[in-house]
């Protein structure tokens, strides 16, 4: 009886689906309940059962994604056409993401030259931070002397999402800015202008730190000539 039963199973079972070539819409059949065909199905109309489309096939989201090609400038005034503003670097902008999370890890209020030199060397990958790994400025001599200058920090405090600028600081990147603008060309603002930069701040954290660590007046005016070279690109 087993056998004969069997025997009289359908060999298949067909599933109706929609063309993938050709895009819905309110009256395209692909939006109706597609249906199990079934012989067994006795008592169920047309021996079928509706076969409902997960919801999640039916829409699509897109998601827009904004990247900014600036960091904070006290002088946006100083360029004439945005056409001709020179745009920061990749590595220059991910040195700044990375030193405004070293300010909030240092449960600090602002972002200072410091977390500004930890973000260029957390980076790791620009010219500057590769100079001054060659050069003996490596992290944990850097986290050292932050530690020894600044104290250790309070560990119950929340730092801001995202800590403004030192004044230092803030002076720093403009000076960045300036030296890209007297420079002429129409290269990116780098890595290296933003060092520099903190190296000018003669009475900033950061310029104390990377003197402490062997950093100097030399150091800086070779990398700035290895930065100024034409058709720099810093990769």
């Known amino acids: 009886m087993a056998a004969r039963f069997f025997l009289k199973l359908p060999s298949t079972i067909q599933l109706s689906q929609p063309s993938c070539t050709t895009r819905p819409t309110s009256s395209s059949p692909s939006l109706q309940p597609q249906y199990l065909h079934n012989p067994w199905l006795v008592g169920t109309k047309n021996n079928t059962l509706p076969l409902l489309k997960p919801p999640h096939l039916s829409k699509r989201r897109s998601i827009a994604v904004t990247i900014s090609y600036s960091l904070p400038t006290a002088k946006p005034d100083s360029v004439a056409s945005t056409e001709k503003a020179p745009k920061w670097s990749w590595r220059a902008i991910k040195s700044f993401t990375m030193a405004e999370l070293e300010a909030r890890k240092l449960k600090c209020t602002t972002t200072g030259t410091e977390a500004l030199l930890l973000g260029i060397l957390i980076e790791g990958t620009s010219l500057a931070a590769k100079f001054l790994r060659a050069n003996g400025v490596t992290l944990l001599k850097v986290r050292e002397e932050i530690a020894k200058l600044l104290g250790k920090s309070n560990m119950y405090f929340f730092s801001p ?75």
């Open 161 to 235: 999402e995202h800590p403004p600028l030192t004044e230092d600081a803030q002076r720093a990147i403009n000076w960045a800015v300036d030296q890209k603008l007297k420079s002429g060309d129409g290269g990116e603002i780098t890595v290296s202008h933003l060092l520099l930069g903190i190296w000018s701040e003669v009475d900033s954290p950061g310029h104390k730190i990377l003197a402490a660590v062997g950093f100097s007046d030399e150091n800086a005016k070779e990398l700035e000539s290895l930065s100024s070279k034409p058709g720099f690109v810093d990769v």
